[in-house]
């Protein structure tokens, strides 16, 4: 359904309009920091094994693996992801832009590299690709019954590190995966990947090391909102209606894009939220998140779904 007002938009040049990297991602306009937010502290372990550290004073994922690495004395390069309260690579508990105040971070760092060759023999590879916010992408979900699932090389947690010998390390997950959408149908084409570091991989078995238990944390009513640009605010933990909201949008993006970002997707319901029609949404998508050129038909979807979730309808 076209909206009237996205006409108005200027015409980007090329330059501009081209798919960007991570800095260049507007988040939500940025409000002061609650006060003591920078000196909040969390637990953290690396994933396959590791004594107990503390990190503070982050606002931004970026900030948070560079504090990861200086406890572990590793290169916050080496951090593929973050899961909240479990060591496993359980993509239903990725770090996004939310963290509870009392959360327990598992660092995933990468470990065994692996090349596979895969004849595209359907239009839809059956991936969907995120990305820790930091310049690593990696697979999310794999679609049962899919091209990708019959391939066993290929894991859930997987960083995709060369598609046919070009490196996209630092490309942001839309990127990642419209190279993949865009690859012909019926040739053959290598993806080199790295998977996280399983515990058997290294001396310390977890076993020797102090955990929380997960069944026993609590994520408080607290969190702490991790912005791209601007600094980290201890904000309350989002209402069940815009909780909702924001799984449904994430849901639309892997529709449209072929990506999950729980980050993206509470942005686009915070750009929502106090806004009277979906060409006022349209606005203020074009203002803040304007280098996805996201289409109509999308923006109206999540107009839709905002609604839904706003009067009870998910």
């Given at each position: 359904?076209?909206?009237?007002?996205?006409?108005?938009?200027?015409?980007?040049?090329?330059?501009?309009?081209?798919?960007?990297?991570?800095?260049?991602?507007?988040?939500?306009?940025?409000?002061?920091?609650?006060?003591?937010?920078?000196?909040?502290?969390?637990?953290?372990?690396?994933?396959?094994?590791?004594?107990?550290?503390r990190v503070e004073g982050f606002g931004s994922a970026r900030e948070l693996y560079a504090k990861i690495g200086e406890a572990f004395c590793i290169d916050p390069g080496e951090i593929m992801f973050c899961t909240l309260n479990t060591h496993k690579a359980d993509m239903d508990k990725l770090l996004g832009a939310q963290i509870g105040l009392e959360d327990f971070i598992f660092a995933h760092i990468k470990g065994q590299r692996k090349e596979v060759e895969i004849l595209k023999t359907d239009d839809v590879l059956g991936l969907t690709i995120t990305d820790n916010g930091t310049g690593c992408a990696f697979i999310k979900r794999i679609k049962e019954g899919s091209l990708m699932d019959q391939t066993k090389t290929i894991c859930v947690g997987d960083h995709i590190e060369t598609i046919n010998g070009k490196n996209v390390s630092h490309r942001r997950h839309y990127e990642v995966a419209k190279m993949l959408k865009d690859l012909e149908k019926g040739q053959m084409f290598k993806l080199e990947l790295i998977e996280p570091m399983r515990a058997f991989e290294k001396l310390e078995p977890r076993s020797?090391?102090?955990?929380?238990?997960?069944a026993k944390i609590s994520r408080g009513r607290e969190t702490l909102r991790l912005r791209t640009k601007g600094p980290a605010t201890v904000e309350e933990m989002p209402t069940e209606v815009e909780e909702k909201a924001i799984k449904k949008v994430d849901e639309l993006l892997e529709t449209y894009m072929g990506i999950r970002d729980i980050e993206l997707a509470a942005t686009m319901v915070e750009a929502g939220r106090d806004k009277k029609n979906p060409d006022e949404f349209a606005v203020a998508l074009d203002e803040t998140l304007g280098d996805f050129a996201f289409p109509d038909e999308f923006v109206f979807d999540?107009?839709?779904?905002?609604?839904?979730?706003?009067?009870?309808?998910l």
């Open positions: 359904m076209p909206l009237g007002l996205r006409n108005k938009r200027k015409d980007k040049s090329k330059e501009t309009s081209k798919l960007v990297e991570s800095e260049a991602v507007p988040s939500a306009p940025a409000t002061a920091p609650a006060a003591g937010a920078s000196r909040l502290q969390f637990h953290t372990q690396l994933a396959h094994g590791s004594p107990t550290g020797k090391v102090r955990t929380l238990p997960e999540v107009w839709g779904a905002i609604g839904d979730a706003k009067h009870g309808r």
